[in-house]
């Protein structure tokens, strides 16, 4: 019972950090490229994905096919915050850091899970 609450505080010390993270195939190389205000919640993906209730049908399908160890998690980068501006708004900066990963990695159709935008 130590031993849960110990890593349960030890989980809980770790920062909050918002950024760009990549979930890649190791089998096929295909990417998703994908945004959080909260890294720690790439571990709520993995279960999500594990359950089978992942809304990107294609990820879905292939961490089904391929099973969770033929994945990667990888952060791409970190959102920096801004201390002291007033005017800084994380969900645009995420939106735009997304944008540039997207734009770079052009994770669509045969190259990844991503959708393009309309």
């Given at each position: 019972?130590?031993?849960?609450?110990?890593?349960?505080?030890?989980?809980?010390?770790?920062?909050?950090?918002?950024?760009?993270?990549?979930?890649?195939?190791?089998?096929?190389?295909?990417?998703?490229?994908?945004?959080?205000?909260?890294?720690?919640?790439l571990?709520?993906?993995?279960?999500?994905?594990?359950?089978?209730?992942?809304?990107?049908?294609?990820?879905?399908?292939?961490?089904?096919?391929?099973?969770?160890?033929?994945f990667?998690?990888?952060?791409?980068?970190?959102?920096?915050?801004?201390?002291?501006?007033?005017?800084?708004?994380?969900?645009?900066?995420?939106?735009?850091?997304?944008?540039?990963?997207?734009?770079?990695?052009?994770?669509?159709?045969e190259?990844?899970?991503?959708?393009?935008?309309?």
């Open positions: 019972m130590d031993r849960k609450k110990d890593l349960r505080q030890q989980f809980e010390k770790i920062p909050v950090e918002a950024g760009i993270y990549q979930v890649k195939n190791l089998q096929n190389q295909k990417i998703f490229i994908g945004k959080t205000p909260n890294l720690k919640t571990n709520g993906m993995k279960h999500i994905l594990n359950l089978g209730a992942n809304n990107n049908k294609a990820l879905q399908s292939e961490w089904k096919q391929f099973g969770p160890d033929a990667s998690f990888t952060v791409l980068e970190l959102s920096e915050k801004k201390q002291g501006d007033a005017s800084f708004n994380e969900k645009k900066e995420l939106e735009r850091l997304e944008e540039k990963w997207l734009t770079a990695l052009q994770p669509y159709g190259r990844g899970y991503n959708r393009p935008k309309a």
